[in-house]
């Protein structure tokens, strides 16, 4: 039915030839009896309808002329509603102004068929026939103007309220793009002042090194040393960088990388604040890059943490790593009644997705059919040889859910 609806939207030409066909049916029978009089007024009055919506004014322009040719004839014919579907349309298009002026047109008409049509032969006579003429002329020329002008408050109603959505969409959209692009021009801030002096350093010792190659050999060990301890210490800064880049504090700077190994801590902090969690591991556990394993608990740490703020005291969450020959997938669900929000402060859930296609991975977050929400993180990563120990321990260890373990090559 809507396919049907939206094709007349676009066609309003066809509809309102229809309209005017049958408008021009009904005056069959005043036509036939006076052919020559009576067809180029009907006409005059019904095709215009037909253009309607494109030219309203014109339109009724025309009809009102041929309704004051018609006061010469001996009283109205069918083809008359024309004229109310003319005021509809110019109260439903136009403004209120060109509406008002239409309409005390139509009155002013109306008044003057009274006085054609409805000849009198006494007072009584004249109040008759001019409360016959209000009813008749005046009262439909009214309900006619008052159904267009509510037609045109309702769809400059719901324009406005579809440009208030499209304009939410484009700030929430730009919202995230600003979001992203902070982001990594912090990532790219944080990287240059962490590394940029570890690296340096590491240039100048390796061009030191290669002068004193032959001559000083003692001195190239050294150099060659301080390039091994440099570049330890620019690891060690990079990994510090991928753990508290989106922290604020001096202090979480020497905070140990964040991995799959601390997710028992992790669960126990979420219970500890009152959020019942339950935890499900499928496949053989096996060593990851440490930035990927970062990136996968902090999307469980996000969605934890969202899971807190927006689905009730009464919510429970479910945590679900499946490690597959293609990669970790990570799926934590909940069954609370909100889900996060989009908008305003916080982007939780677009740096979540930064974090996961750094790595080549996909995120998916929304709402379930049965209320509650879910995020779906997959992490590609080549199988290499099983670390299962540092995870298993963030399952078997402490007050943690039953675990669900199916084999699978490692």
Not at 248 to 276: I, K, T, W, Y
Not at 306 to 311: D, E, G, L, P, V
Request: glycine letters at 10%.
């Amino acid at each position: 039915m809507s396919a049907i609806y939206a094709w007349l939207r676009r066609h309003p030409v066809l509809v309102d030839s229809v309209l005017a066909a049958m408008l021009g049916l009904l005056s069959i029978p005043q036509v036939t009896q006076r052919p020559l009089a009576e067809l180029p007024v009907v006409l005059l009055m019904v095709v215009p309808v037909a253009f309607r919506r494109r030219a309203p004014i014109a339109a009724f322009a025309i009809c009102a002329v041929s309704g004051l040719v018609q006061l010469a004839g001996p009283g109205p014919i069918a083809a008359d509603v024309a004229i109310l579907v003319m005021i509809y349309t110019v109260a439903a298009y136009r403004t209120r102004r060109d509406s008002l002026i239409v309409l005390a047109i139509c009155l002013a008409g109306s008044a003057l068929a009274v006085v054609m049509w409805m000849p009198y032969n006494s007072v009584q006579g004249l109040l008759a026939r001019i409360t016959q003429a209000a009813v008749l002329f005046g009262g439909t020329s009214l309900i006619a103007w008052v159904l267009g002008d509510s037609m045109r408050y309702r769809r400059g109603y719901y324009a406005a309220l579809e440009d208030r959505a499209a304009r939410l969409e484009r700030e929430r959209h730009a919202q995230a793009k600003i979001a992203a692009a902070a982001e990594r021009a912090r990532i790219a801030r944080e990287l240059h002042d962490v590394i940029a002096h570890h690296v340096s350093v590491m240039v100048v010792q390796a061009d030191g090194a290669g002068y004193a190659l032959r001559t000083d050999p003692d001195t190239t060990e050294t150099a060659l040393k301080a390039i091994a301890s440099t570049g330890r210490q620019a690891l060690t800064e990079m990994r510090r960088l991928l753990g508290v880049l989106r922290t604020a504090g001096d202090q979480a700077e020497l905070a140990p990388v964040p991995g799959l190994g601390e997710l028992r801590e992790l669960l126990d902090q979420a219970r500890a604040a009152g959020l019942a969690v339950t935890y499900t591991l499928s496949g053989t556990p096996r060593e990851l890059p440490e930035g990927a394993e970062l990136a996968a608990y902090r999307v469980v740490q996000e969605s934890l943490t969202n899971t807190r703020k927006h689905a009730g005291l009464a919510a429970a969450a479910a945590v679900t790593l499946r490690y597959e020959p293609a990669g970790l997938t990570v799926e934590v669900t909940d069954d609370g009644m909100a889900t996060p929000s989009t908008e305003g402060a916080g982007h939780g859930l677009a740096g979540m997705r930064e974090r996961i296609e750094m790595y080549g991975g996909t995120v998916q977050a929304g709402p379930l059919p049965g209320g509650g929400f879910r995020v779906l993180a997959h992490l590609p990563c080549q199988q290499v040889v099983s670390r299962g120990k540092v995870v298993l321990d963030a399952v078997h260890n402490g007050t943690v859910a039953p675990v669900a373990m199916s084999g699978g090559p490692g």
